[in-house]
């Protein structure tokens, strides 16, 4: 049997916390390891919790690397530290489950440890989980597009919604997509948001039928990008600002500016990875900021 590797002991903020298999390569197509997965989160953590915060989390872990299977853990290991919170959340068939509740960056460092190098979020904080804060538009490209008619959509519902005086904040995915949010911050339900958001699909789909597809059917996908609305559900969850993806490279899913979204849709690349986000963090700080306290109100709308 193989010897059992040996724990290292760091300090972060004050908690003791064992970490181990440092040199595990969890990303083998550029050897991106386990240790520079803790490393990167315990750098973003202070930007990340803005958007982890007083939300629970999934944790979608590869104990064996990106190339290995993988699972979603919604409920929080019991074998956690003491001062990692839990709070109560939406489980399957109505019921709740016991998530974890990151509020320092000790405990988003633990989840590198686990290798949950995915950290996935709820449209609604904990202490409320039936009031979203947000209204996601996740874009996701049908065989024959990417990221340029990804973003060549985003900036149709930018500027439909901007006459609506909506504004929008994009990030990628991290993946092949587009993700676009709506800051809330005012009560509204779940049913409100996804209803928006389809309404919103749907009118999308109608101008742009070429381009746009609302119906979540492979087949009608082809060609089209996909403006996926039901992720406003009360029990799904999307990719956190700042999580690390499970692709070949250890890219992230990184908020981006308008006239980056606009370059995209002329061809330009929109991809970046673990130390991308690093600096620019560092340059630009949290693009993502105004999710979290930017107070807005949706309209009733109607397909026209």
Sequence with gaps: MP???????????????????LDKVLYPETGFTKGE????????????????????????????GVD?????????????????????GPGDRNGTVEYCLFDERAAVVWAGNLAALELHTPMARAADIETPTMVVFDLDPGDGTAM???????????????????????????????QLYL???????????????????????????????????????RG?????????SRHKTTVCAYSLR????PTVSTPVTWQEVEAA?????????????????GELGDLFAPTATLEQQLPTLAVA
């Design 148 to 178: 340029t008619e990804c973003a060549d959509v985003a900036i149709d519902i930018r500027d439909t919604l901007a006459g609506l005086g909506l504004e929008l904040f994009p990030k990628t995915s991290g993946s092949k997509g587009l």
């Design 68 to 88: 290995g299977q993988s699972f979603f853990e919604k409920r929080c290991p019991s074998h956690r530290p003491d001062w990692v919170e839990v709070a109560i």
């Design 3 to 21: 010897e059992k590797a040996t724990p290292t002991v760091v300090d972060i903020d004050g908690h003791h916390l064992k970490v181990t298999n």
């Design 224 to 232: 089209k990008v996909l403006i996926d609305w039901s992720q406003n």
């Design 265 to 281: 849709a002329d061809g330009s690349a929109l991809s970046f990875e673990a130390a991308d986000v690093l600096a620019r963090v």
């Design 183 to 221: 800051p809330l911050n005012t009560p509204h339900t779940h049913d409100h948001a996804s209803e928006f958001a389809l309404a919103v699909a749907q009118m999308m789909e109608k101008h742009h039928p070429t381009k746009v597809v609302s119906n979540m059917s492979k087949e009608l996908r």
């Design 37 to 64: 997965v803790i490393n990167y989160y315990a750098r973003i953590a202070p930007i990340m919790l803005t958007h982890l915060g007083r939300r629970c989390v999934t944790l979608r872990r590869y104990p064996n």
């Design 246 to 249: 499970a692709r070949p490279h």
